[in-house]
């Protein structure tokens, strides 16, 4: 089997000078977990990467599972209300205070704020944002607007630090595609966000394998396939771009978004391809670059520094903007101790603790960062 994912990944490579493998892949084999092959069933085949060439579930594909290395242990400080869902995802503000995102039924709080010595400040409740039908991503700018994805809803809010809504981009409930030039201004299953250095938003798009692309379901959406949105910080319209499932400068799910600092370049977590793919600030495709787990969700945290959670892995990574991982953080996929059902969108505080939600139970991991 190593001889032939050699063979997939160099016949692939040679198809398009584009595709950039990390160390990890090329040169590290897969670690296979005690008991059976990492990862869950449900998503659909991948058809287009050199690790999913064979078209098969993620749950017969050996993922890389790494032995934890960067020192970081596990707390649990955060008192969610009782019989909560899972929690999508986190976001620091600049006062050091954690936003959790959660899946709760209607009627009861999804956006919950703790203060520093994470207490619990408040609820912002439907009479803020309504019932967010699925919560899927949250981000922070930086004038410590919070920003927040539902992704079955289709709209992305902007609310004030003072907990007021701002702005709404998309429309409640009415799923479809973004034509600036007829004035329909909708999203497809958002997912999450990321700034560039100047305000600007781009708005990942596309769940892929837990929907059909609606194309011949919703009058206004005829594109049918994931993609970004890029707004000013205002939400006005500047460019968006599409994927088309597998291949070099497309992608079949925007499940996760970051922008490097340093050059605007946006970094897409196509998930179920297993691989990050790189596009500039206009949009224009730059490479491929290939993972040998799930790429979740990314996070640019205060330094600078590249982190790629694993999903149903249950690990999280520290990687560089070429895709090596240079450290491991998490024992694997569960509900025990340093573990994860599907670790999400992550940030980081002053003192380079890191957090995490999982969007298959009601808590918040904790990573406190060694003192050495």
Known sequence: MKTRLFLSVTFAAFLSGALVLPRSVAQTPAAQPAGGVQGVSGGEPCKGSPVCAWSRERNLISHEVRTPDLNFKFAYPFALPEGGGGVSAVAINSKGHLFAFQRNAAGKPQLFEFDASHKLV????????????????????AEDNIWICDENGDTVMKISP?????????????????????????????????????????????????SPN?????????????????????????????????????????HGIAVNPDNGNVYIGDREEYRLVVYDAQGKFI???QMRNLTCALYVDPHKQLWLATGQDGQIFKIDWNGNVLGAIGNGPGTG????TEATYMAMDAQGNLYAGDTGSARVTMLVASTK
């Open 162 to 210: 003072a907990g007021k809504l701002l702005m709404t981009i998309g429309v409640r409930g009415q799923r479809g595609d973004w034509d600036e030039a007829k004035g329909q201004r909708l999203l497809w299953q958002p997912l999450h966000l990321a700034f560039a250095p100047n305000g600007d938003v781009y708005i990942a798009q596309g769940h892929a394998n837990e």
């Open 337 to 340: 101790d340093g573990q994860f």
């Open 122 to 141: 408040r609820a912002i409740g439907e009479d803020v944002i309504g019932h967010q039908n699925k919560a899927h991503g949250i981000a922070i700018d």
């Open 287 to 289: 490479k491929t670059i």
């Open 214 to 254: 609606d194309a011949d379901k919703s009058p206004t959406n005829s594109m049918g396939a994931a993609r970004v949105l890029h707004l000013d910080k205002n939400g006005l319209f500047l460019n968006q771009w599409f994927g088309n499932h597998a291949g070099q400068g497309h992608f079949s799910m925007v």
